[in-house]
């Protein structure tokens, strides 16, 4: 009961975080040519966060103001002061913020005219208990007449960062010059780059695709084929050259088949679309129902079942045409009556392969799957004996079928967490979905074990070798994933599970820290006032590469040193569907295009400076936003990476 109530208690405790300071921004006049940023802070009783240096904590609050050309800003002031009391965890004196609060940042123009505002705000909060993730926040206003909308953010008034473990942090005030609107039209200037090897990785999807055709022969729906391909087969004689032929056309009848389907859904929408798509909140959730809708009927909740006068009438055709005709219908067959276990194969394997913006990742993709489903039955269908030794389908088939409904319900859960993350509802923050496949694969675990048994499972006498060693897999993977309830970072696992700054509850800590901007123009400006190069990091909610790449390099002490030191860092999530503040309004040769989200806005730049579109993407610039290195896709080699850094760090 205890330990139900603690996972009750985190999943509460991640849901309702990020709800207990709320900050809002607005821009008040004060004359024509001047005013101030209020940005309210609405405290829940029980929580504080942590104020300015040097009275800060270790993760003290830091607000970075900036503005379009022709404005000055000055220092942020606060309506009332921080209490000032001894931490005994942290065993010093932190001062802090326990009521609503009011910062003020005054400004004014050279001249009456509009302005651009964005203010980027990283605080800490915690209760009597525990404390919680450094939060960011981003606010983008407006000012008086309107603005070029090309005159973003430029000039820095104030931050603080907070990374020294002794608690004494460091006040950084802006005195640095103000970028023009020539200046930062030349951020956004095309540069040419390379593109790496890596990025292409060909034969990675080939062969992922090639086993997910291994693992479809293994599904409830196609297993019953075989001895469908045996009645076949038997009836066209013995092992002759045009047996051989009739198998071979058999195989590459299949592999035809699934490739022309994935070919036509990728041009019918598109693989840039698919790419979209894939983050799109009403996709992932069709998706995330499809999964569990699957994962019931394998339950044995109900069977789904194309209409059945479809593979009637399709295997009748194959019954009464002859020669290369009904070898072909045959393969339709095989592909109509077992779409319902391949489906959600298929549909994930497109997304992900569609995420490089062309067809090749689609063709390679579903070739790779139907070579896998083909060879098998190629083979089959020219040695028709080998059938007979096939087992039979029972009791074993039902256990795979609920044991592949186990794991299309853990994979859901990143569906959801994809739309989740995208659209910002905190839903399925990390320590909740972390909780769920803990759960799920002890589940799994018990189940093999036979522990567990669902309507149509037969009563396990005796324990398989194999389910034993199934079994051990599941309910290990469930302890090891226990820490990251906690924080632990789960490398193993970081691919699938939401970034650690979803997390609520974390207890690793980091020594070292550095600034991480989600804005490109304030990151280039604050890069030129503090005489940094600057890291952009095109990322996105629904990349997995993106976050291994955050895990096993972004995450070590090594890497975040030399960035804390050397770089300003800025991660532009190309798929975020917050709204702008206002249009963004590009022209591309005759064609206008109006961008209305954050993440479309990144999107283009990418494509626009860098011509590129899959993600992770590292580039690092100058204050004239010209590279001072080739690109970085995936590659997890810390210390490959840091090199990288340093070479960069030493042409700036």
């Known amino acids: 009961m205890n330990r139900l109530l603690f996972v009750i208690l985190t999943i509460f405790t991640t849901l309702s975080a990020k709800s207990q300071i709320d900050w809002s921004a607005e821009v008040i006049t004060d004359s024509p040519t001047s005013g101030h940023i209020v940005l309210k802070v609405d405290v829940e009783n029980g929580y504080h966060f942590y104020a300015f240096p040097p009275e800060g904590g270790i993760n003290s609050l830091e607000i970075v103001a900036s503005a379009s050309n022709g404005v000055e800003l000055f220092n942020p002031e606060a309506s009332v002061e921080p209490v000032t009391e001894y931490s005994a965890p942290m065993q010093q004196t932190l001062a802090s913020w326990h009521d609503d609060v009011e910062f003020s940042i005054p400004f004014t123009l050279s001249e009456v005219a509009g302005a651009n505002f964005s203010v980027y705000v990283r605080y800490q909060f915690c209760n009597d208990t525990q404390c919680f993730t450094p939060q960011k926040k981003q606010f983008d206003l407006h000012f008086g007449a309107d603005t070029d909308a090309e005159a973003n953010a430029v000039s820095i008034s104030t931050t603080t960062e907070a990374n020294d473990t002794d608690g004494s942090d460091k006040g950084v005030a802006s005195t640095g010059p103000v970028?023009?609107?020539?200046?930062?039209?030349?951020?956004?200037?095309?540069?040419?780059?390379?593109?790496?090897?890596?990025?292409?990785?060909?034969?990675?999807?080939?062969?992922?695709?090639?086993?997910?055709?291994?693992?479809?022969?293994?599904?409830?729906?196609?297993?019953?084929?075989?001895?469908?391909?045996?009645?076949?087969?038997?009836?066209?004689?013995?092992?002759?050259?045009?047996?051989?032929?009739?198998?071979?056309?058999?195989?590459?009848?299949?592999?035809?088949?699934?490739?022309?389907?994935?070919?036509?859904?990728?041009?019918?929408?598109?693989?840039?679309?698919?790419?979209?798509?894939?983050?799109?909140?009403?996709?992932?959730?069709?998706?995330?129902?499809?999964?569990?809708?699957?994962?019931?009927?394998?339950?044995?909740?109900?069977?789904?079942?194309?209409?059945?006068?479809?593979?009637?009438?399709?295997?009748?055709?194959?019954?009464?045409?002859?020669?290369?005709?009904?070898?072909?219908?045959?393969?339709?067959?095989?592909?109509?009556?077992?779409?319902?276990?391949?489906?959600?194969?298929?549909?994930?394997l497109l997304v992900e392969a569609a995420s490089r913006g062309s067809l090749l990742g689609p063709a390679l993709g579903m070739g790779g799957f139907a070579l896998g489903l083909a060879l098998p039955f190629s083979i089959f269908a020219l040695f028709p004996s080998m059938l007979k030794e096939m087992p039979k389908s029972g009791g074993w088939l039902n256990t795979v079928k609920v044991v592949l409904g186990f794991i299309e319900l853990i994979l859901s859960l990143k569906f959801l967490s994809v739309a989740d993350m995208a659209y910002g509802w905190g839903l399925l923050n990390r320590d909740v979905f972390i909780t769920l496949w803990?759960?799920?694969?002890?589940?799994?675990?018990?189940?093999?074990?036979?522990?567990?048994?669902?309507?149509?499972?037969?009563?396990?006498?005796?324990?398989?070798?194999?389910?034993?060693?199934?079994?051990?897999?599941?309910?290990?993977?469930?302890?090891?994933?226990?820490?990251?309830?906690?924080?632990?970072?789960?490398?193993?696992?970081?691919?699938?599970?939401?970034?650690?700054?979803?997390?609520?509850?974390?207890?690793?800590?980091?020594?070292?820290?550095?600034?991480?901007?989600?804005?490109?123009?304030?990151?280039?400006?604050?890069?030129?006032?503090?005489?940094?190069?600057?890291?952009?990091?095109?990322?996105?909610?629904?990349?997995?590469?993106?976050?291994?790449?955050?895990?096993?390099?972004?995450?070590?002490?090594?890497?975040?040193?030399?960035?804390?030191?050397?770089?300003?860092?800025?991660?532009?999530?190309?798929?975020?569907?917050?709204?702008?503040?206002?249009?963004?309004?590009?022209?591309?040769?005759?064609?206008?295009?109006?961008?209305?989200?954050?993440?479309?806005?990144?999107?283009?730049?990418?494509?626009?400076?860098?011509?590129?579109?899959?993600?992770?993407?590292?580039?690092?610039?100058?204050?004239?936003?010209?590279?001072?290195?080739?690109?970085?896709?995936?590659?997890?080699?810390?210390?490959?990476?840091?090199?990288?850094?340093?070479?960069?760090?030493?042409?700036?």
């Open 438 to 652: 803990i759960v799920l694969f002890a589940l799994l675990g018990l189940y093999l074990l036979g522990k567990i048994r669902f309507a149509h499972d037969d009563k396990v006498e005796k324990l398989s070798v194999g389910r034993f060693f199934l079994a051990l897999v599941s309910l290990s993977i469930a302890l090891y994933m226990l820490p990251g309830l906690w924080g632990a970072p789960l490398k193993a696992f970081s691919a699938f599970v939401p970034p650690i700054e979803t997390q609520a509850f974390n207890l690793h800590n980091h020594t070292t820290d550095y600034i991480e901007f989600d804005d490109y123009d304030a990151a280039m400006q604050y890069g030129i006032e503090n005489n940094k190069p600057v890291l952009v990091d095109f990322s996105g909610w629904g990349c997995v590469n993106c976050r291994k790449m955050e895990a096993e390099v972004f995450d070590t002490e090594s890497v975040r040193k030399v960035l804390a030191e050397d770089f300003v860092v800025v991660k532009l999530m190309v798929d975020e569907k917050a709204a702008l503040s206002e249009p963004f309004v590009v022209t591309e040769g005759d064609q206008t295009l109006t961008l209305t989200t954050v993440g479309e806005k990144w999107s283009y730049l990418q494509s626009h400076k860098f011509g590129a579109n899959s993600q992770p993407y590292y580039i690092v610039l100058n204050g004239k936003g010209e590279a001072l290195s080739e690109p970085v896709y995936y590659d997890s080699n810390v210390d490959s990476f840091i090199t990288w850094l340093e070479v960069a760090a030493a042409k700036y």
């Open 179 to 348: 970028a023009s609107s020539a200046q930062i039209s030349q951020w956004w200037e095309p540069v040419e780059t390379s593109s790496p090897a890596s990025d292409k990785s060909p034969w990675a999807i080939l062969i992922i695709g090639f086993l997910g055709g291994l693992a479809a022969l293994l599904t409830p729906c196609v297993w019953p084929m075989i001895p469908m391909t045996l009645s076949f087969f038997l009836k066209k004689g013995k092992a002759t050259n045009k047996s051989k032929r009739d198998a071979l056309t058999y195989g590459i009848s299949i592999i035809l088949i699934y490739l022309i389907l994935g070919l036509a859904i990728t041009l019918i929408f598109g693989a840039s679309k698919l790419n979209a798509l894939s983050t799109s909140a009403l996709f992932n959730i069709i998706f995330f129902v499809l999964l569990v809708v699957f994962a019931v009927s394998f339950f044995g909740a109900f069977d789904i079942k194309l209409p059945s006068k479809w593979s009637n009438a399709i295997d009748a055709k194959a019954e009464n045409t002859t020669g290369v005709l009904s070898i072909f219908f045959m393969a339709f067959t095989l592909a109509l009556v077992s779409f319902s276990c391949t489906g959600p194969i298929i549909g994930t």
